[in-house]
């Protein structure tokens, strides 16, 4: 079973984060909620979500056994997450074992801030776009852009297509097939 | 402004709550998260959520002051919804006001059980459609159905179609048109 760490920050946008969690849970990923403090989170529209574990938890943690960490956007959310020195590190590992790293809506503003998207192509929440040029990435306009080991999506809207990558790359296609066929996505 | 409940017991379909708890409230609608116990609520993939109030504080208040409840869909939440006596009694009082009810997925069984689908056209989660029959509905099936104060929809896949619908009711159309283009959904 494929394994994955969500990253919840105070202001995160809860349809894309809820949206990844349904589908990976759905499709049989073991998907650990990860706060970035200890209790409650809060989500952009005052949602309080408990979660798993905290950032503190996992960082003493072996990232080994896990083969995805997503990011999902929120303003407020992704300045919180652009931060915190425990996600710097965190990314930066999972970058340097090559496992997947996705991050929807502004998120990706947050891996460029890490030097994560040199020379990557990757899509952004619209109006961001320059913040990830200055980074060097190259812009690519669809709902979900893959490059090598890099998922990113644009905004609430495109949530259920970035959740089902994902889920393609951790679970195969036919399990995520089955899924969004039940979940009355396809 | 117009102000709504929506209902959470345990095993609710965690898409279909916060698809329209983010788009509710980003539109400007007081929207009360309501848990079936005290304490947080756990989803249908074990997301834990800290409900606003307990459906006991909502009921020693008067619902006057309430435009809309709504109930969100998965399969153990909506049985734990159709076995409350509370849920029943609000949702009698709002019928019987002309309030807006909406139901997504297996809940507008919960409609039907409490003799609320009587000759009216709604939809449901494919395969739950003869307790709807049952109940004296008329099944109809597109994304989202609205007859009178009762609009049903299918499943998470329908979730933004559901949510903008009673956006639309609640905060007009102009305001859920600019907020579905800031969510990229249109």
Redesign the interface.
Known sequence: MAKAIILLADGF???EA??V??VL??CGVGLE?VGLRKG?VR????????PDKSIDEIANESIASFDAVILPGGGEGVENLKKSEKVRKLLNDFMSKSKQIAAICAAPTALASFGLLKNKKATV??GLENELKEAGAEIANSKVIVDGNIITS?????A?DFAFEIARKLAGKEKTEEV?KA????
Request: net charge positive; charged share 25%; aromatic share 10%.
């Open positions: 946008e809860e349809i809820i949206t969690i349904d849970r759905r909620i409650y989500s952009a529209r005052g949602v309080k979500i408990i929440y619209p644009r905004g609430p809207g495109t259920s969004a979940m009355l996505f396809s």
